[in-house]
């Protein structure tokens, strides 16, 4: 069973940035596939950036976040991170981490969720 804690949200400007922080507990870190998911009021939750498991040498990101968001994991410190820059009001939303074992599509497991908030 995996633990995950989101942090770093809050409520900041447009142009401003933030990090993301996922700590886990319970598990193999290294062995999960990461990803950050957010849900803006109204909307359906969309990934996006994840990151593969062992080194994260493969990364995706959506179209919106693009060259302005980076997802970022330590193993060492079981900890995911997303950095995003140059943030828009378009991305508020909560957002939320999610494990993915790769091998078992049943097996995932969710952070409790950050605001993030941008004023125009």
């Known amino acids: 069973q995996v633990q995950l804690v989101d942090s770093g949200g809050g409520l900041v400007q447009a142009g401003d940035s933030l990090r993301l922080s996922c700590s886990a507990s319970g598990g193999t870190f290294s062995r999960y596939t990461l990803g950050w998911f957010r849900q803006a009021p109204g909307k359906e939750r969309e990934l996006v950036a994840a990151?593969?498991?062992?080194?994260?040498?493969?990364?995706y990101y959506s179209d919106s976040v693009k060259g302005r968001f980076t997802i970022s994991r330590d193993n060492a410190k079981n900890t995911v991170y997303l950095q995003m820059n140059n943030l828009k009001p378009e991305d508020t939303a909560v957002y939320s981490c999610n494990a993915q074992n790769p091998l078992i599509a049943t097996k995932y497991y969710w952070g409790q969720g950050t605001q993030v908030t941008v004023s125009s």
């Open positions: 990151i593969s498991w062992g080194n994260g040498r493969s990364k």
